[in-house]
């Protein structure tokens, strides 16, 4: 990185905390602390709700996802407009008319305190690690690229995010999350606009698509019902629909962006927007993945994007094997790279088939360069990622973008970082603070509860800071926290539908079959880590809540049967 890279880094991430330090200043009760004063519209809530669940990770893994796979992770999003169009219907009318600062007081509401203390806790566990995730992964892409110091960047990423979210609370993170996506916005479409631009001279647009095409990065839609494979029309529709009304409609760290709205009107439209918008940016997003693919076409690629791995393997016993696998890779590069000038030079009369013979040959030598990454690893004791698609749009970024516009993609992915952490110190403090701290002492004036609250998110900021520092001790744990993720998400979703629409279910029953279901959940997740049951843990969010909505049911009737008193 050149010096006018860091100008533009240093001063674009500033300004945004500086800005939205600014604007939210003043936040004297809990309304305007917890709720942003219910002043946002309808484009800050959506951007801020895009903003939230947008993470770094998104913006390096998703352009990798499809340099590897093509543009059918987009199917994965499919189910994301229906959700809206539910949550929208049924949860936010709700919300509003209720007044509630969490998600978790309308489940009092309907039931009672300990019900609305268990979903609370059960949110603060998984969200509380995640805050951590959301820190530690790109903190450890961009030191093992940059040669960054890795508790260093995990610092002061969560500096950043604590200065305003503490200061402003969730008015200061709707108000830099409308910048910071604007940011990622720019900072995208420049990036595609350049990777167009770096194809040889001849190449168009079109020319670009024919090319992924034949290299079968063009399969969007997938209607087959094989189970084997994860993104398909039919999971994206029906498993995708499941899982954003538990994200959207349950988890306080988006159900809080939409809550402070101006009006009942802004918040449904602020979500539709996100509905509309949502996947046309991932789309968008996997195509800058596919024309870096594009790219590589023409110019060679690593046999692995991560240069730490690299670096690893050619200090090992393995170098001699590791550079034998580059000499192959640049033989297949130099016959590929004919054949798809010839392709695109003839209007795609030669067979795709050939193309697809040397991208199967690349993509064997790319995995026999992970296995002696490994290896080499493990003869050092040194741990290293081999799996390198997170990996391949920043490499593609330092190497191939002018300077200047390297310090505004970086700023994208530390902006995109900030603002999904953000998001969630905000939601785990206004949890923390009124489904906890309020509920079950005897503290209530403003000021004392803007207090409290302003500590609460500066402790979770220390927690996630301290997890994202200790992250490497952990083997995948990225990985780790979408199980979390997954065996909680079920459980609190069928609480809230149990609450929604089983109106005979008390609350004794609901809190002992939350109970119960935990425990099952956990279990069945590791039955199936020892091989004993074949569960992935994705469909744990389905039997999590089936199995919660069926034994509150069955112990609702049993009660009323035998006459105990219910609550």
């Known amino acids: 990185m050149q010096t006018l890279d860091w100008i533009v880094l240093i001063s674009t991430l500033l300004l945004i905390v500086i800005y939205g330090t600014y604007q939210s200043r003043g936040s004297k009760n809990v309304q305007d602390f917890l709720k942003g004063g219910n002043t946002s519209k309808w484009y800050t809530i959506g951007l801020s709700v895009m903003a939230t669940q947008a993470s770094a990770i998104t913006f390096l893994s998703t352009p990798g996802q499809a340099f590897n796979d093509g543009m059918g992770f987009v199917q994965f999003y499919f189910g994301l407009p229906i959700a809206m169009v539910v949550i929208c219907m049924v949860f936010i009318p709700l919300y509003h008319r209720l007044k509630v600062y969490t998600a978790y007081e309308f489940l009092e509401n309907r039931f009672d305190l300990?019900?609305?203390?268990?979903?609370?806790?059960?949110?603060?566990?998984?969200?509380?690690?995640?805050?951590?995730?959301?820190?530690?992964?790109?903190?450890?892409?961009?030191?093992?690229?940059?040669?960054?110091?890795?508790l260093l960047l995990n610092v002061?990423?969560?500096?950043?995010?604590?200065?305003?979210?503490?200061?402003?609370?969730?008015?200061?993170?709707?108000?830099?999350?409308?910048?910071?996506?604007?940011?990622?916005?720019t900072g995208m479409i420049i990036a595609f606009c350049l990777i167009i631009d770096k194809l040889p001279e001849g190449i168009t647009f079109s020319k670009a698509l024919d090319i992924a095409g034949a290299s079968g990065k063009m399969e969007v839609l997938d209607f087959s019902f094989d189970f084997n494979n994860r993104y398909t029309v039919w999971s994206g529709l029906i498993g995708g629909t499941f899982l954003m009304l538990s994200y959207f409609g349950t988890d306080q760290s988006q159900v809080q962006r939409y809550l402070s709205g101006k009006s009942l009107k802004e918040m449904q439209i602020g979500m539709m927007f996100n509905g509309l918008l949502k996947v046309p940016m991932q789309f968008f997003i996997?195509?800058?993945?596919?024309?870096?693919?594009?790219?590589?076409?023409?110019?060679?690629?690593?046999?692995?994007?991560?240069?730490?791995?690299?670096?690893?393997?050619?200090?090992?016993?393995?170098?001699?094997?590791?550079?034998?696998?580059?000499?192959?890779?640049?033989?297949?590069?130099?016959?590929?790279?004919?054949?798809?000038?010839?392709?695109?030079?003839?209007?795609?009369?030669?067979?795709?088939?050939?193309?697809?013979?040397?991208?199967?040959?690349?993509?064997?030598?790319?995995?026999?360069?992970?296995?002696?990454?490994?290896?080499?690893?493990?003869?050092?004791?040194?741990?290293?990622?081999?799996?390198?698609?997170?990996?391949?749009?920043?490499?593609?970024?330092?190497?191939?973008?002018?300077?200047g516009l390297i310090g505004l993609l970086l700023a994208v992915i530390l902006s995109a970082a900030m603002s999904s952490t953000a998001s969630e110190l905000n939601a785990l403090a206004s949890t923390t603070a009124m489904d906890l701290y309020k509920r079950n002492t005897s503290i209530k004036s403003d000021t004392q509860m803007v207090k409290a609250s302003r500590y609460f998110t500066l402790l979770w900021g220390i927690i996630a800071i301290g997890v994202?520092?200790?992250?490497?001790?952990?083997?995948?744990?990225?990985?780790?926290?979408?199980?979390?993720?997954?065996?909680?998400?079920?459980?609190?979703?069928?609480?809230?539908?149990?609450?929604?629409?089983?109106?005979?279910?008390?609350?004794?029953?609901?809190?002992?079959?939350?109970?119960?279901?935990?425990?099952?959940?956990?279990?069945?997740?590791?039955?199936?880590?020892?091989?004993?049951?074949?569960?992935?843990?994705?469909?744990?969010?389905?039997?999590g809540c089936a199995i919660v909505i069926a034994i509150a049911c069955l112990l609702q009737s049993i009660q009323s049967k035998n006459g105990y008193k219910t609550a």
């Open 114 to 150: 300990k019900t609305r203390t268990l979903t609370a806790i059960l949110f603060l566990i998984q969200r509380g690690l995640a805050a951590g995730i959301t820190i530690f992964a790109p903190a450890i892409i961009l030191s093992a690229v940059l040669g960054w110091n890795l």
């Open 156 to 185: 002061i990423i969560g500096v950043l995010v604590i200065i305003y979210t503490v200061s402003g609370g969730t008015k200061a993170v709707n108000v830099t999350q409308k910048h910071q996506m604007i940011v990622i916005f």
């Open 286 to 403: 996997l195509l800058v993945g596919v024309m870096v693919f594009v790219f590589y076409q023409f110019n060679e690629a690593p046999v692995n994007f991560n240069p730490t791995a690299t670096d690893v393997v050619l200090n090992s016993q393995y170098a001699q094997d590791y550079k034998t696998l580059q000499e192959k890779q640049h033989d297949i590069f130099v016959m590929k790279k004919a054949t798809i000038t010839e392709f695109s030079n003839t209007n795609g009369k030669v067979n795709p088939e050939v193309i697809a013979k040397y991208n199967a040959q690349s993509d064997a030598l790319r995995a026999e360069a992970r296995t002696l990454i490994e290896k080499a690893g493990d003869s050092q004791n040194i741990k290293v990622e081999s799996n390198d698609k997170d990996y391949v749009f920043l490499n593609f970024i330092l190497n191939n973008l002018p300077r």
């Open 468 to 543: 994202a520092c200790v992250a490497n001790l952990a083997e995948n744990l990225i990985q780790l926290v979408n199980i979390i993720g997954s065996i909680f998400y079920g459980n609190v979703l069928g609480i809230f539908l149990l609450g929604f629409f089983f109106k005979f279910v008390k609350g004794n029953a609901v809190f002992v079959a939350g109970l119960i279901t935990q425990v099952i959940v956990i279990a069945l997740f590791l039955l199936n880590e020892y091989d004993i049951i074949n569960l992935p843990f994705l469909w744990l969010n389905f039997v």
